[in-house]
């Protein structure tokens, strides 16, 4: 069964094509990674794919829905954690769990999920007091709190601590262990080896290579990710 | 949407300065006007002040307020994020006007009651009409303030518009002379907070508005709630 297709994607902004030709698809239960540089169309695809962006071409389907035509059933299936993605300043850890919690049909047990990212203690600190590193783990809190299929997760790990780092990415294999399928995105490329069962390699808006960390790897995924992107800024 | 209603209005409940200028001061005002012994037109300053500060009230609130927070939320991209979820960015824009008329109301019932038990200022003596209007003076600034918040790039913008509209609007109101100039008023019963005063005053002394004021707010409301519908930026 396929949790994302997407065929032949094309978004454009005025002049400047941000994704080209896009194609991949990614199976039920699999972490997928989404890799390129800044502005290789990362997070054209991905808005695509949360229905926030109506694609100039081609053709998305999550869980066999269209993005934009079923929007409604997507978003009760479909977690997203968007980068930069603030909360009201004044509201507490606890506030917005329950808040998220009160958008979704089945939602998540909010202690369990607090107490899983290292947030119970924090519960009742207002978004602004709240480290880097704590504001990214409740935004993951919030992408997993309606029990989603499907989860993406844009730079995941950005500003996080390397100890915080290796726990996210435990607790990451743990919801796919669970039977979430994970969409990825990042530039890390040791995150993508540790964690991707398979990654594709975005480059100007261009699929440039896709499959799996190993069968990337030449010799390391890192050295594939430098041979396919660098050159053209 | 009942508890983003509520999160919402405790949000507001933990900002001490919009909550100071919206429903402290305009009871404060009030206040010092009664404690005047002027009259104007025969009438103690705190009865001539009253419909004032109910407008200022639904500047604060609609044309301050709300479109720096809105800009605020499109700005910290939380309206992006509400858009992956089931309830969707309009939800909490709906959930904030819920809150603002909430709270324009409860300020104009205090200083209802601080003019009434602190210097007899008589309740108004068409309690319908002056509801019906004091709404729709409310809904008028929220439209407003929804059309700054569809336009203005960001929270400063938002404010600053805020702030420029709030002078000529609080001018036709009669802030800084209640007694206009005849052109003067005139003009202003063409503004939305002129013919809020003008509809207030009318019924605070027994009649029913004049339906020209009243159609003056209604056709605010729609043209700017209309008008930022149509214009809003998400993102």
Known sequence: ????????????????????????TVAEGEIFGLLGRNGAGKSSTVDCIAGLRVPDQGRIRVAGLDPRRDQRELRHLLGVQLQESALPAKLTVAEAMRLFASFYRSPA???????????????????????????????????????????????????????ARRDTWAFVEDIRNQGVTIMLVTHFMTEAERLCDRVAILDHGRLAAIGTPAQLARPTLEDTFVALTAGRP | MRLLTLTEAKLLMREPLALFWGLAFPMVLLAVMGLSTATIGGLPLAAVYEPIVIAFISVVF????????????????????????????????????????????????????VGRLGFAVPLPRQPAGFAFATVLAATAMLGLGLLIAALAPNARSAGAA??????????????????????????????????????????????????????????????????????????
């Not at chain 1, 309606?146 to 844009?154: C, E, K, M």
Request: charged letters at 20%; proline letters at 6%.
């Open chain 2, 62 to 113: 609609g044309v301050q307020g709300l479109p720096v927070h809105v800009a605020s939320y499109r700005e910290g991209r939380i309206l992006r994020r509400l858009a992956t979820t089931p309830a969707g960015p309009v939800r909490v824009i709906g959930a904030q006007l819920a809150v603002s008329l909430t709270v324009v109301l409860a300020a104009t019932a205090g200083v209802l009651a």
């Open chain 1, 1 to 24: 069964m396929t949790a994302i297709e997407v065929e032949r994607l094309r978004k454009r902004y005025g002049a400047k094509v941000a994704v080209d030709d896009v194609s991949f």
């Open chain 1, 109 to 163: 047990d909010i202690a369990g999920l607090l107490d899983m990212l290292d947030l119970t203690e924090k519960r009742n600190t207002r978004y602004r007091g709240l480290s880097g590193g704590q504001k990214q783990r409740l935004s993951i809190a919030l992408a997993l709190i309606g029990r989603p299929r499907i989860a993406i997760l844009d730079e995941l790990t950005t500003g996080l601590d390397p100890v």
């Open chain 2, 162 to 235: 805020g702030t420029v509209l709030f002078f000529p609007l609080m001018y036709f109101a009669g802030l800084w002379t209640p007694q206009l100039s005849p052109t003067a008023r005139h003009i202003g019963e063409f503004t939305p907070l002129g013919a809020a005063t003008q509809a207030l005053r009318e019924a605070m002394a027994g009649a029913w508005p004049h339906p020209m004021p009243l159609i003056v707010l209604g056709a605010c409301t729609l043209a700017c709630s209309a008008t930022a519908a149509r214009l809003f930026r998400w993102e």
